[in-house]
């Protein structure tokens, strides 16, 4: 698979709708730790109803769909974390709004923009405990191999997604309600980080499934 196109987001958007569905449990226990606790239940909402509009789209451009779906999360969850990643999926589609279909490259500027959107409305930065400890690496992972396969590019984010999951659990939280904990949140997994995690694993999961 060289390039995604609007059957490839829709099937995408399924998959993450599927993983947080699954892990909505997990979720909410990460977010009681250090949050208010519904952090699972926003999040399946939010790509319930991205899941939906996809399907029922006449979009035909992969990048207008993807700002398409920002909107839908803004609207039926307007938590923090909705907001952010309503905001992630409108900016990061507007950046590929040009575009028939989304290569290594265009993936690169997509979560570049994504992971760049929240940290200017979230006003926070990598090191900070948050979904960008997981999201900025897997945009930095994408650019610096725009030239590899499709496959490659997304394997390359999915571990320095993951990485950045591990690196932020060693972080002390600065910012939301995870910093009132101070030096107690260092040890303890980040709910946002790991929707971060999830949204790559969806991308992941298609691309290489249609590669096999």
């Known amino acids: 698979m060289e390039t995604l196109r609007i059957k490839d987001i829709q099937s995408i958007i399924l998959q993450i709708k599927n993983i947080i569905d699954s892990n909505q449990d997990k979720l909410m226990e990460l977010d ?18 991205a899941h939906e509009e996809a399907v029922k789209s006449e ?9 398409r779906l920002g909107i839908v999360i803004a609207k039926t969850s307007p938590s923090t974390m909705g907001t952010l990643i309503a905001t992630g999926f409108m900016k990061g589609g507007k950046s590929i709004d040009s575009y028939d279909e989304i290569g290594p490259e ?15 409305r979230g006003k926070s930065v990598p090191g900070n405990k948050t979904i960008i400890d997981t999201l900025f690496p ?6 610096s191999s725009a030239n590899e396969s499709l496959v490659k590019s997304i394997s390359a984010a999915r571990e320095a ?8 659990t060693k972080m002390k939280a600065q910012h939301g309600r995870a910093a009132y904990y101070q030096d107690n949140s260092i040890g303890k997994q980040d709910g946002g980080a790991t929707v971060g995690t999830y949204i790559i694993e969806g991308f ?3 691309i290489t499934q249609l590669s096999i």
Do not use: C, Q, W
């Open 138 to 143: 897997a945009a930095e992972a994408l650019r």
């Open 204 to 206: 992941y999961r298609h």
């Open 32 to 49: 009681s730790v250090m949050g208010d606790g519904d952090l699972g239940f926003t999040m399946t909402k939010a790509f319930a109803a």
């Open 161 to 168: 997604s993951l990485k950045g999951l591990d690196a932020s």
């Open 59 to 67: 979009e035909k451009i992969p990048g207008k769909l993807l700002t």
């Open 106 to 120: 265009e993936l690169a500027y997509f979560f570049e923009a994504f992971a760049r959107s929240i940290m200017d």
